[in-house]
């Protein structure tokens, strides 16, 4: 396997260190409705040498209005795709705001370099295996 490489500030390519950390910041909201969870870590190496270390936690509330339109469309619901198109939208903007929040409420050494979102669950169906 190549050594991974990175452009160090003169344009030239240097091997990468073998001690890579990084933090990264993972957004979700559940079925529950109730809000998205941001949680912080930790990622040193590389690989199967990868080691997680959680740093911190923050809970931000959905708005009751966010709220009641989100519940609205949940499985078993009917809904047309224009109201799915506007909570996607207005849903975008509370992820950013969320992650926003969180970052500014983290201590500047446990900032992260990186965001992951894993979206808002409106209809799972275990059963099936599916989830959307």
Known sequence: M???????GSGRVRPRSRVHKRRVLGLMAGTSGDGIDAACVE?????ADMQVRFLWHHAVPFSVSLRRRLL???APAATRTETLARLHADLGEAFGRAADEAIAAARPAERPALIGLAGQTVCHLPSSRVSL
């Open 2 to 8: 190549p050594k991974l490489r990175k452009r160090d």
């Open 43 to 47: 990622i040193e190496g590389l690989g």
């Open 72 to 74: 609205a469309v949940m």
